[in-house]
Antibody, heavy 121, light 111 residues
């Protein structure tokens, strides 16, 4: 059973960089046809897709974040990471990592439990 | 970007009722008889859980009272006989293009 777990600071100061890591267990991040994604959800708001990475290192990002976002992968550790620069209070949210499968409808079939990141001085 | 619009935003229904949530995409998200539309259920404090992928394929372990249909831009999620544990927020999501986008959510409450 694949499991994902987010980790990183729960509090980030404005203008600094938010950094989170997603650890994958129960399967190799390099096997199969999957992408590895970051999605966030602000309090009482909907879901916003931030970007994805393949085990090859290829990435796609949401252009709404205006190049503040980058995602990297460390296959040797079975992890992938998110960096979001120049954060403001608007970046306060629960951040999820999720796997996207390409067999059926390209759905996010496994999610981490989420981690709350608050941007505040 | 493809905008996803759900209706209603909230509904209240009784146990045993048939409930339908609609989702409309701003562009066609179907091709070659395949639709790139997924449905998720989210309960408070939990991550979303995929119920249906490809517009109509029920995920393993999901009760058969959940069903989905639709093509091109208009899709529906139906709960055939509402149960107390179905109280949650439901989201549609398109996987046709980047960026992936979600509907704003439909909250289902039990009367």
């Amino acid at each position: 059973q694949v499991q994902l777990q987010e980790s990183g600071p729960g509090l980030v100061k404005p203008s600094q960089t938010l950094s989170l890591t997603c650890s994958v267990s129960g399967g190799s991040i390099s096997s199969g046809t999957y992408s590895w994604n970051w999605i966030r959800q602000s309090a009482g708001q909907g879901l916003e897709w931030l970007g994805r990475i393949y085990a090859t290192g290829n990435t796609n990002y949401n252009s709404s974040l205006k190049s503040r976002v980058s995602i990297s992968v460390d296959a040797s550790k079975n992890q992938f990471s998110l960096k979001l620069t120049s954060v403001t209070a608007a970046d306060t949210a629960v951040y999820y990592c999720a796997r996207e499968e390409f067999t059926y409808g390209h759905s996010f079939d496994y999610w981490g439990p989420g981690t709350l990141v608050t941007v505040s001085s | 970007d493809i905008q996803m619009t759900q209706s209603p935003s909230s509904l209240s229904a009784s146990v045993g009722d048939r409930v339908t949530i609609a989702c409309r995409a701003s562009h066609n998200i179907s091709s070659s008889l395949k639709s790139y539309l997924n449905w998720y259920q989210q309960k408070p404090g939990k991550a979303p859980k995929v119920l249906i992928s490809g517009a109509s394929t029920l995920q393993s372990g999901v009760p058969s009272r959940f069903s989905g249909n639709g093509y091109n831009t208009d899709f529906n999620l139906t709960i055939g006989s509402l149960q107390p544990e179905d109280a949650a927020t439901y989201y549609c999501q398109q996987s046709y293009s980047i960026p992936r986008t979600f509907g704003q959510g439909s909250e289902v409450k039990i009367k």
